[in-house]
């Protein structure tokens, strides 16, 4: 089994905390939290061991889990690779792409692996169409959440949207062109809620909203592609698929057929991918198990988590 701890004992944290000491491929060492009163709250919730400085945590463990503040991720993660010890960094990877771009090049010179908590990769409904998502041309998501003051130390961007854009990162293989948006500090310092227009090589253009101070919670996302349109509710946990086919010569009489002004008729069909539950962070934290104990690249890598991270802040820039 993996020797594996948690740096950060926040809400994130305690989560992590947990679903390591379930899993079959961790033995859960303990944590280390610059807090004292965080230590104290989770040896007296959990009892899972404390210890007293980051290194020597680090020391004990063959994995560590970084679930520090954004502006943290760093320094922590560095001090992991250094000590030769795989990690975990809850997205994103980095508070700039200058610190992820190190961290790459430190993995590869302590020959250890990393991996990036873009947990929605993990989500059942997106894995239940992810391989039929086939060259997708236009994308839309939406992302809206309550306000809570957990995770405004931070532009909206890099707290919500980053889910979508590393989503829409691995199922559109091309580069990003260009990049506009617009966005509003509402209660925050930085912006609460903000739009952006992601244009790929290929054409693909992907429209994405991500708001922290909505009145409900939303998200979900669709895809448009070459007769076939998909979407995803990543909260509601369900997806659904219409395809369009050329109409066969005697269609049944319940048959949805559209006929377009040339007079080619296209039959509509409608499927419901079946949806697994899972706990998404317990299956990451186990596909990276996997990864390490069978030398295979991440799920989601270093360099992965930095294409969101880049285009997470091409989108902050433009605001």
Not at 45 to 63: K, R, V, W
Not at 64 to 80: F, I, L
């Amino acid at each position: 089994m993996i020797k594996a701890g948690v740096l950060g004992a926040g809400h994130l944290g305690k989560i992590h905390l947990k679903l390591l000491n379930q899993s079959k491929n961790y033995e859960l060492v303990g944590f280390y939290d610059e807090a004292p009163g965080a230590t104290e709250a989770i040896i007296k919730e959990f009892g899972f061991t404390p210890f007293q400085s980051l290194d020597a945590l680090i020391e004990a463990c063959d994995m560590v889990v970084v679930v520090t503040p954004t502006s943290r991720h760093y320094d922590c993660a560095e001090a992991v690779i250094k000590a030769g010890k795989h990690v975990f960094i809850e997205k994103p990877i980095a508070e700039t792409v200058e610190e992820a771009n190190l961290l790459i090049k430190l993995a590869a010179k302590h020959n250890v692996m990393g991996q990036v908590g873009h947990v929605e990769r993990f989500n059942p409904s997106f894995l239940a169409v992810h391989d039929i998502i086939d060259n997708p041309m236009f994308i839309e998501a939406h992302r809206l959440a309550e306000f809570n003051p957990r995770g405004t130390d931070v532009p909206v961007v890099l707290d919500l949207m980053i889910h979508d854009i590393d989503a829409i990162l691995s199922v559109v293989k091309s580069k990003v062109k260009h990049v506009s948006a617009s966005g509003v500090s509402v209660i925050s310092d930085t912006p609460d809620i903000a739009n952006a227009r992601i244009e790929f090589e290929n054409g693909c253009v992907a429209n994405l909203t991500a708001s922290r101070i909505s009145m409900k919670k939303m998200r979900k996302a669709r895809f448009f592609q070459r007769d076939a349109y998909i979407s995803v509710d990543y909260l509601e946990k369900k997806c659904e698929v219409v395809r369009m086919k050329d109409a066969p010569k005697n269609p049944d009489e319940f048959a949805m057929i559209l006929q377009n002004a040339e007079g080619l008729k296209k039959q509509i069909y409608f499927d419901n991918p079946e949806v697994s539950e899972n706990n998404a962070i317990l299956d990451e934290l186990d596909a990276f198990a996997n990864a390490i104990n069978n030398n295979t690249s991440p799920v989601v890598s270093l360099e992965q988590g930095k294409e969101a991270l880049r285009v997470a802040m091409m989108v902050i820039e433009d605001l």
